[in-house]
């Protein structure tokens, strides 16, 4: 979420410093202080539980966050990152219940960072702590021959770049269909994790066709990886469906559109020079080409006005409102929202998802608003395909 979507503060459900750790309740404390702890223990109870969802294949499972800490921002084009902020960040977003961390092994240093980051868990947290956090990360081979040789040292280096015996979701990307050597690759990145190197098997990117070959084939995968917003509803159309009758369940990103959901590009008019806020990081022009794919700036700010008018109804902001309305989707276990990891933040605002309920009304306005663009499964195929057009 774009820190300028931060305007209206919530209070926060952060988990107590570890460095001052006490379980609720804890023998000691003063009647009216246990009273009032209880109370807030049990409430913070309540809120974990809304942000967990457990990914499930066969005997494979993974618990995670259903708003994920996405990490393609440490990859250039955002700002510089230093790594110790970065590492200060992470562990706030983690003190504060958002305990999955999303990577890939292009990601610049965001497989490193996390290794330091959860080597400072390890030190400085409680065992229990470490057992919700959650490092997902990405392969994207090259188009070689998928041998297990190449497959197990790919993953090793992740493995030694995040500092993990093994780790909890390893998510597959393929670029071209026409080469079957995607289901080579599976197969092997299925060993490794009979091996224990990996503890869930995943997608990234592909398509409902591809992935029903995938699961015909006996190979466990838990979720896929895929664009979605209320701008890119295709993962609602044929994917939805065979997640429903699989149980696989659906990762998203781009849900805020790199920050264009929000109240910075609210009353925006992009057509006039230097008149509007800058396209000036990588993902805000990725999703300004979906939103002219889908409709056009016009169109745009009529669906933005429909969300500032649900947010203002609640109490949250237009970003918030638009990661609820995904969440809410069939099969979407989590939605991925962006992480400038020292330079903004927006702890509040993702635990105010939790917060709320979008009512039928705002679920109905929502909908009409999206339908008003083009259907983008017509204009650019199903989900991945936008990466693997001529």
Known sequence: MAASALSIQ????????FGKWRSCGGDGWRSRRMVVSRTRCE????????????LKNGKDSLEICRVINGMWQTSGGWGRIDRNDAVEAMLKYADAGLTTFDMADHYGPAEDLYGIFINRVRKERPPEYL??????????????????????????????????AALDM??????????????????????????????????TNFDTERLQIILEKGIPVVSNQVQHSIVDMRPQQRMAELCQLTGVKLITYGTVMGGLLSEKFLDTNLTIPFAGPKLNTPSLQKYKRMIDAWGGWSLFQALLQTLKSVATKHGVSIATVAVRYILDQPSVAGSMVGVRLGLSEHINDVNAVFSFVLGEEDTNAIR?????????????GDCGDEYRRA
């Open 10 to 17: 919530h209070a926060s459900h952060n988990f107590p410093k």
């Open 43 to 54: 409430a913070s109870t309540e809120v974990a539980e809304k942000k967990k969802e457990m």
């Open 131 to 164: 057992e919700n956090v959650r490092g997902l990360t990405k392969w994207v081979p090259p188009p070689v021959k998928m041998t297990g040789n190449f497959v197990r040292e790919s993953i090793d280096v992740s493995r030694k770049r995040m500092d993990v």
């Open 170 to 203: 390893l998510q597959f990307h393929w670029w071209d269909y026409s080469n079957p050597g995607y289901l080579d690759a599976l197969k092997h990145l299925t060993d490794l994790k009979d091996a224990g190197k990996i503890k869930t098997v995943a997608l």
């Open 368 to 380: 009409e608003a999206s339908e008003k663009g083009r259907d983008l499964m017509e204009v650019i």
